[in-house]
């Protein structure tokens, strides 16, 4: 079966890998040039399905709760199994208790424990929460790395190149997000930072609570962080904004002082495509399918929507209505 791929967000890269796996000859199409410049280049890269509950429906843990696995399976060595740390300042101390009451999957620490995990921390935090099941990884590394192993398994790539005039294939899947000719979907502006401080070692993402603008710092390489990000009701495509930047900075010195003499490395925004319910769907269309939908948690709910879409793909009885 020769399947097209359009798009080479996350989505399409991961659903690339599951038809290739099952002995699809896969081509992948993407408008852009190259990889980057959409919504999954500007990621966190968390595989926190459990955090997420707390703002997001059960099906984003369900899931979510293999994406780590399928990431470590998929890229070895690209996977960081840390868990996840969320605290929250003393004033701030019934956001931690809210926080805890939406979610499982945690345990409670003491401002020692806060300590042992993550030194640099010492003494800033009395309280918080560990969701010792969860992972992170640097998207951008992943995406390239995924890239490649594709390469590698024969998955051939057309970057600058329209799919609406790519035509030879038995079966497609629509990933572009909110390039699909949706009008269902709706955007989410995402903004973020990337800082560099040799003063700072964080070992897992640190999620800071916070009333008016919860912020989560994942390190990344050579003590490089991503803070981020903002959630605006907006298909924009533009700067980042002086609000945001500062909402993002004020937010990561919070977190630690030291962060207020870190280089700001780059600030971008990104458009998450979303429908009304913040949910993911597989629907049928022609002779394929679209994923799309996957709000803030690309990198979380790829892998269960790829898997998914190769199911139907490669089986006849599932291939009809929609599944989300």
């Known amino acids: 079966m020769r399947v097209l791929v359009k798009g080479a967000g996350v989505a399409g890269l991961t659903a690339a890998f599951?038809?290739?796996a099952r002995g699809a000859t896969v081509t992948v199409a993407e408008i852009r040039h190259?990889?980057?410049g959409n919504a999954s280049w500007f990621a966190g890269g968390m595989l926190a399905p459990?955090?997420?509950?707390e703002s997001a429906e059960e099906p984003v843990l369900d899931l979510g709760r293999a994406a780590a696995d399928w990431w470590d399976a998929a890229l070895p060595?690209?996977?960081?199994r840390a868990g996840t740390l969320v605290v929250a300042a003393p004033r701030d101390a019934?956001?931690?208790?809210?926080f805890a009451?939406?979610?499982s999957g945690h345990r409670r620490l003491d401002e020692d424990e806060i300590a042992l995990l993550e030194p640099d921390l010492a003494g800033h935090f009395r309280r918080g929460l560990l969701f010792s099941d969860e992972a992170h990884l640097d998207p951008r590394q992943a995406m390239a790395a995924l890239h490649d192993r594709l390469a590698a398994m024969g998955v051939e790539f057309r970057f600058a190149a329209d799919a609406r005039h790519v035509s030879g294939f038995d079966r497609q899947i629509d990933c572009t997000g909110m390039a699909a000719a949706d009008d269902r979907l709706r955007g989410i502006?995402?903004?973020?930072l990337i800082l560099h401080t040799p003063d700072i070692s964080l070992s897992r993402p640190v999620r800071l609570l916070h009333p008016r603008f919860p912020v989560y710092i994942v390190p990344r390489a050579d003590h490089h962080f991503m803070a981020g990000a903002t959630m605006i009701e907006s298909d924009e495509v533009g700067p980042v904004t002086v609000r945001s930047m500062m909402e993002l900075a004020g937010a990561a010195c919070a977190l630690h002082p030291a962060f207020g003499e870190a280089a700001i490395v780059e600030m971008s925004a990104g458009v998450r495509p979303a429908f009304a319910d913040n949910l993911p769907r597989i629907e049928t269309l022609g002779n394929g399918v679209a994923i799309n939908g996957l709000y803030r948690h690309g990198f979380l709910l790829a892998p269960a929507m790829a898997r998914k879409a190769a199911d139907i793909l490669f089986n006849s009885d599932k291939y009809v209505g929609a599944c989300a």
């Not at 060595?77 to 960081?80: A, L, P, S």
């Not at 019934?94 to 809210?98: Q, S």
């Open 18 to 20: 599951e038809l290739a």
């Open 34 to 36: 190259g990889l980057g």
């Open 50 to 53: 459990w955090c997420e509950r």
């Open 77 to 80: 060595g690209q996977v960081t």
């Open 94 to 98: 019934g956001e931690l208790d809210r």
């Open 101 to 103: 009451s939406r979610t």
């Open 189 to 192: 502006r995402g903004e973020m």
